[in-house]
């Protein structure tokens, strides 16, 4: 069974995912901007939820596909319908992903997969 581990370089705006030690895939994303920066640390995959919807029962289209939520509250990795905005600092502290990378993502880690997030 697969170990796999997930690092997110905020400075080269990338996820990269581990199975052990080895580098499986590398994926562009989109991070916190100066005003609302995404956290540093060590975190770990709570939840997975395709489709999210809003506390008002509509779709969140900033979050697009699919919604990995982290142990820091409110926050997580998470795809987006503006794909423009992948390989920025835009983002309100979460780490956005193009839609087909967040799905695939989602496919491959668990719940308690750990996520280390790093400059």
């Known amino acids: 069974m697969p170990s796999y581990q997930i690092r997110i370089s905020l400075s080269k705006r990338r996820l990269s995912l581990y199975n052990g ?3 499986v895939k590398v994926y562009p994303v989109g991070v916190g ?3 609302t920066q ?8 709570i939840n997975k939820v395709p489709y999210p919807y809003s506390y008002k029962g509509g779709p969140l289209s900033v979050f697009g596909t699919y919604w990995l939520g982290l142990n820091k ?4 990795i998470h795809g987006t319908n503006r794909p423009s905005s992948i390989g920025k ?8 992903m193009y ?3 967040v799905e695939e993502l989602a496919r491959l880690v668990q ?3 750990p996520v280390k997030i790093r400059w």
């Open 33 to 35: 901007k100066i005003a």
């Open 73 to 76: 509250p409110h926050y997580g």
């Open 99 to 101: 839609n087909k990378d």
């Open 21 to 23: 030690s080895q580098l």
């Open 111 to 113: 719940i308690g997969t």
């Open 38 to 45: 995404t956290p540093r640390g060590d975190f770990y995959i």
């Open 89 to 96: 600092f835009v983002s309100h502290g979460c780490i956005r």
